[in-house]
């Protein structure tokens, strides 16, 4: 019987999630109300706190939703849940270390039952000590065993094992507990459950939010990851994906691996030096791809904030007047290029970082930069000799005497022709700066490890670097750095000449091509340096290659993609019709009258007397609002120090202050604004933050002052805004009223 229960189950979360993938977002909640206990119990079971469990526990619901078109399988969705709350959990603890530490942890909340009837629950003290004892793993498949009514399959199937591993699991936790301490220990964690149903909360956040809007539209995404994972091994990783997402982009790793396969064999000389300087960029372009992908959800998380625009566009306007220096002597296409998307890019995170643009528009000029970039990647050289000292080392470089005396011969050579001969060197991406001493000029060379893009790297030491001083009397002086002499001693070994000797070549060679520079013999000029042609060192030109042509079509696709991708949902949001505000609204009012009419007790209305004041007042029914919303506020002195206190002072006066504001009464509205800033949180509150409907109605009559201070208030519980306060604050000043989006639902 328990195992056609499960099945059920299995099947029942199948065809919930087939429905959301299909734009029906209302069917999570059906996800939602079906595991919400042994969710918030997995929380609990690694925290051990009620209160954080909760937040978890919501946070873990919107983060499965975002994600649900990876989940390959529906059926598995407890599974899928399950490592996702898991992972949510540890992360809270690892935040909230010292906190923990503080609490009294794993201490259940006994309900009230009548005097005469006993009760058989576990202490506190005893249980938080014989809880905290047990491994992590041992705790969960208790807490789930008995909570399941001990039903193995669906604890198993939550914890995503098979029911012989959660049998030996439960074994042994038994083991390390006493029999009689079992005993009570199973009665509470029978009734172990959130204070209160997290339904609402989760949907508000699915509906309302504009990142969940997107899950609805990833049906193609999730039909594709569904068809995937009825083949063998994907149907296996394809519910881990979130642990592995860098193997979403394997595709994208396949063609930069084919793509450099290809280039490598388009070498004439497939043993020289340049293919062999080409095998270890590659190298060491698949381990800086490789640690992206395994920082990617790190990098996800700080990136939601504006601290992460605000160094990003730091560290660009450092490297900023470097670039800008750089094109003074490199005025080749890419170049340029690069400088123009490392100006806009530094510029639009700063906007955001200080609120003044939307991260959607900060989105479109990424995308514009990378396809700018992209446009002109195959003028990038990529003959891999880029090293005047490299080129010395391997026989390149030519002189001619005579030339070299007629230089010297010139005379004085002024600012401007020393700077022209610059140029025709850094055009070539044989050096990434320059300087000016009382010699003349000195131009920082390209190391002898980098590829062309590592010019654009400028802030390294002048002193380490190797240098070409081009003088005003014609001659020439090359110093070898430290860091590319270790270079050519591991490429050449023993038969690397002496660093006088390189010395000596490149200054003769760069003195000879400077003086064909001068009688506009280019080409001489080229030999002289050791400048070949690409038809000399590549089978086939770059440019029509079908492995460059077909990465290049593919990586501008998905650039494109992503940007509708991303975007579409902010410019266009009645896109998904099926997420309106008022069909939102009406679902969240006929939910609210329902929690209220089921609340039996005294406490359990109080508790949804909340959502009743504020959904009346958006239905239009301001005397129910206004009845709700002062009987709660009446209620709120018997169950201070509760955990819905906080929730419950800021509902009432909200509504409160937003029936005064419909009113005319102005000053009133703005003390009840002050006084539900004034709330010490809730797990919604610190999570999803605070209602911003008074709020609005208080700036659309002007009263910016006031606003601003409940924003001040509010940064005190929501800790968790992700830089949204910071915008909304901003904007305020600036005389606008914000979009507040989701904030004007919960």
């Given at each position: 019987?328990?195992?056609?229960?499960?099945?059920?189950?299995?099947?029942?979360?199948?065809?919930?999630?087939?429905?959301?993938?299909?734009?029906?977002?209302?069917?999570?909640?059906?996800?939602?109300?079906?595991?919400?206990?042994?969710?918030?119990?997995?929380?609990?079971?690694?925290?051990?706190?009620?209160?954080?469990?909760e937040?978890?526990?919501?946070?873990?619901?919107?983060?499965?939703?975002?994600?649900?078109?990876?989940l390959?399988?529906?059926?598995?969705?407890?599974?899928?849940?399950?490592?996702?709350?898991?992972?949510?959990?540890?992360?809270?603890?690892?935040?909230?270390r010292?906190?923990?530490?503080?609490?009294?942890?794993?201490?259940?909340?006994?309900?009230?039952?009548?005097?005469?009837?006993?009760?058989?629950?576990?202490p506190?003290?005893?249980?938080?000590?014989?809880?905290?004892?047990?491994?992590?793993?041992h705790?969960?498949?208790?807490?789930?065993?008995?909570?399941?009514?001990?039903?193995?399959?669906?604890?198993?199937?939550?914890?995503?094992?098979?029911?012989?591993?959660?049998?030996?699991?439960?074994?042994?936790?038994?083991?390390?507990?006493?029999?009689?301490?079992?005993?009570?220990?199973?009665?509470?964690?029978?009734?172990?459950?959130?204070?209160?149903?997290?339904?609402?909360?989760?949907?508000?956040?699915?509906?309302?939010?504009?990142?969940?809007?997107?899950?609805?539209?990833?049906?193609?995404?999730?039909?594709?990851?569904?068809?995937?994972?009825?083949?063998?091994?994907?149907?296996?990783?394809?519910p881990?994906?979130p642990?592995?997402?860098?193997?979403?982009l394997?595709p994208?790793?396949?063609?930069?691996?084919?793509s450099?396969?290809?280039?490598?064999?388009?070498?004439?000389?497939?043993?020289?030096?340049?293919?062999?300087?080409?095998?270890q960029?590659?190298?060491?372009w698949?381990?800086?791809?490789?640690?992206?992908?395994?920082?990617?959800?790190?990098?996800a998380?700080?990136?939601?904030?504006?601290?992460?625009?605000?160094?990003?566009?730091?560290?660009?306007?450092?490297?900023?007047?470097?670039?800008?220096?750089?094109?003074?002597?490199?005025?080749?296409r890419?170049?340029?290029a690069?400088?123009?998307?490392?100006?806009?890019?530094?510029?639009?995170?700063?906007?955001?970082?200080?609120?003044?643009?939307?991260?959607?528009?900060?989105?479109?000029?990424?995308?514009?930069?990378?396809?700018?970039?992209?446009?002109?990647?195959?003028?990038?050289?990529?003959?891999?000799?880029?090293?005047?000292?490299?080129?010395?080392?391997?026989?390149?470089?030519?002189?001619?005497?005579?030339?070299?005396?007629?230089?010297?011969?010139?005379?004085?050579?002024?600012?401007?022709?020393?700077?022209?001969?610059?140029?025709?060197?850094?055009?070539?991406?044989?050096?990434?700066?320059?300087?000016?001493?009382?010699?003349?000029?000195?131009?920082?060379?390209?190391?002898?490890?980098?590829?062309?893009?590592?010019?654009?790297?400028?802030?390294?030491?002048?002193?380490r670097?190797?240098?070409?001083?081009?003088?005003?009397?014609?001659?020439v002086?090359?110093?070898?750095?430290?860091?590319?002499?270790?270079?050519?001693?591991?490429?050449?070994?023993?038969?690397l000449?002496?660093?006088?000797?390189?010395?000596?070549?490149?200054?003769?060679?760069?003195?000879?091509?400077?003086?064909?520079?001068?009688?506009?013999?280019?080409?001489?000029?080229?030999?002289?340096i050791?400048?070949?042609?690409?038809?000399?060192?590549?089978?086939?030109?770059?440019?029509?290659?079908?492995?460059?042509?077909?990465?290049?079509?593919?990586?501008?696709?998905?650039?494109?993609?992503?940007?509708?991708?991303?975007?579409?949902?902010?410019?266009?949001?009645?896109?998904?019709?099926?997420?309106s505000?008022?069909?939102?609204?009406?679902?969240?009012?006929?939910?609210?009258?329902?929690?209220?009419?089921?609340?039996?007790?005294?406490?359990?209305?109080?508790?949804?007397?909340?959502?009743?004041?504020?959904?009346?007042?958006?239905?239009?029914?301001?005397?129910?609002?206004?009845?709700?919303?002062?009987?709660?506020?009446?209620?709120?002195p018997?169950?201070?120090?509760?955990?819905?206190?906080?929730?419950?002072?800021?509902?009432?006066?909200l509504?409160?202050?937003?029936?005064?504001?419909?009113?005319?009464?102005i000053?009133?509205?703005?003390?009840?604004?002050?006084?539900?800033?004034?709330?010490?949180?809730s797990?919604?509150?610190?999570?999803?933050?605070?209602?911003?409907?008074?709020?609005?109605?208080?700036?659309?009559?002007?009263?910016?002052?006031?606003?601003?201070?409940?924003?001040?208030?509010?940064?005190?519980?929501?800790?968790?805004?992700?830089?949204?306060?910071?915008?909304?604050?901003?904007?305020?000043?600036?005389?606008?009223?914000?979009?507040?989006?989701?904030?004007?639902?919960?």
């Amino acid at each position: 019987m328990m195992d056609t229960d499960t099945n059920l189950n299995f099947e029942q979360d199948q065809q919930a999630v087939q429905a959301v993938r299909g734009g029906d977002a209302e069917r999570y909640r059906e996800l939602v109300e079906r595991h919400e206990r042994r969710v918030f119990a997995l929380a609990w079971s690694r925290l051990g706190d009620a209160t954080m469990a909760e937040e978890v526990a919501q946070e873990a619901f919107i983060r499965a939703y975002q994600r649900l078109w990876l989940l390959g399988d529906g059926a598995k969705f407890s599974a899928w849940i399950a490592a996702i709350t898991r992972r949510v959990a540890i992360n809270c603890g690892l935040r909230n270390r010292r906190e923990l530490n503080k609490r009294a942890r794993w201490a259940l909340e006994q309900p009230a039952t009548p005097a005469d009837e006993p009760t058989e629950l576990c202490p506190p003290e005893t249980l938080r000590e014989a809880l905290a004892g047990l491994p992590a793993a041992h705790r969960e498949c208790l807490v789930l065993f008995y909570l399941e009514g001990k039903s193995g399959a669906e604890a198993a199937a939550a914890l995503g094992i098979s029911e012989t591993a959660l049998r030996v699991r439960l074994h042994r936790a038994r083991a390390a507990l006493r029999e009689q301490l079992e005993e009570k220990l199973e009665g509470s964690l029978a009734k172990l459950g959130p204070s209160k149903t997290l339904v609402p909360a989760v949907m508000a956040g699915v509906l309302a939010s504009s990142s969940a809007k997107a899950a609805a539209a990833g049906g193609m995404g999730a039909a594709v990851a569904g068809a995937l994972a009825k083949l063998g091994l994907t149907k296996w990783l394809l519910p881990f994906a979130p642990l592995f997402s860098f193997l979403f982009l394997l595709p994208a790793l396949f063609i930069g691996w084919l793509s450099h396969w290809k280039q490598l064999k388009n070498f004439r000389d497939q043993k020289g030096f340049r293919a062999r300087l080409f095998r270890q960029e590659s190298r060491g372009w698949f381990l800086w791809f490789a640690l992206i992908m395994v920082l990617m959800p790190r990098l996800a998380t700080f990136a939601s904030g504006k601290t992460f625009f605000l160094t990003v566009a730091g560290i660009g306007l450092l490297q900023l007047p470097f670039h800008i220096r750089g094109v003074f002597i490199n005025r080749s296409r890419f170049y340029i290029a690069a400088l123009v998307g490392s100006i806009v890019l530094s510029l639009s995170f700063l906007l955001v970082g200080l609120g003044w643009m939307t991260q959607g528009w900060c989105v479109l000029l990424v995308m514009f930069c990378v396809l700018l970039l992209a446009q002109y990647q195959t003028e990038l050289p990529r003959t891999m000799d880029y090293n005047l000292f490299l080129r010395g080392a391997e026989g390149l470089l030519t002189m001619d005497p005579a030339t070299i005396r007629e230089n010297q011969n010139r005379g004085a050579i002024g600012r401007k022709e020393l700077l022209a001969f610059a140029r025709f060197l850094g055009t070539r991406w044989l050096a990434g700066h320059y300087r000016w001493t009382e010699d003349g000029l000195e131009l920082k060379l390209t190391p002898a490890t980098a590829s062309p893009s590592g010019t654009l790297r400028n802030l390294g030491s002048w002193s380490r670097s190797s240098r070409l001083l081009l003088r005003q009397d014609g001659k020439v002086t090359a110093q070898l750095g430290e860091k590319d002499r270790q270079v050519l001693q591991r490429l050449q070994g023993e038969k690397l000449p002496s660093e006088l000797e390189l010395e000596q070549v490149v200054s003769q060679a760069v003195a000879s091509a400077w003086s064909q520079f001068q009688s506009a013999d280019l080409a001489a000029a080229e030999r002289a340096i050791g400048q070949a042609r690409e038809a000399d060192v590549f089978i086939k030109p770059r440019v029509t290659m079908l492995s460059t042509r077909v990465q290049r079509a593919i990586f501008i696709g998905v650039v494109l993609f992503i940007a509708g991708f991303f975007l579409l949902p902010r410019f266009y949001p009645g896109y998904f019709p099926s997420l309106s505000r008022h069909d939102i609204s009406k679902e969240n009012y006929q939910r609210a009258m329902s929690n209220l009419q089921k609340a039996k007790t005294e406490e359990k209305r109080f508790d949804a007397l909340g959502d009743a004041a504020k959904e009346s007042f958006v239905a239009g029914k301001f005397q129910d609002a206004q009845s709700y919303a002062q009987e709660l506020m009446a209620l709120l002195p018997k169950y201070q120090g509760g955990g819905n206190e906080g929730k419950a002072i800021h509902d009432g006066n909200l509504v409160l202050g937003r029936i005064a504001a419909r009113e005319g009464r102005i000053e009133e509205a703005k003390s009840y604004l002050i006084a539900a800033g004034k709330s010490p949180g809730s797990p919604t509150l610190d999570s999803f933050g605070p209602n911003m409907t008074l709020a609005k109605d208080l700036l659309e009559k002007g009263e910016r002052d006031t606003v601003l201070e409940y924003f001040t208030l509010c940064r005190r519980f929501w800790r968790l805004h992700q830089g949204k306060l910071d915008q909304w604050t901003q904007e305020v000043r600036n005389g606008k009223v914000p979009d507040f989006g989701a904030n004007l639902f919960y």
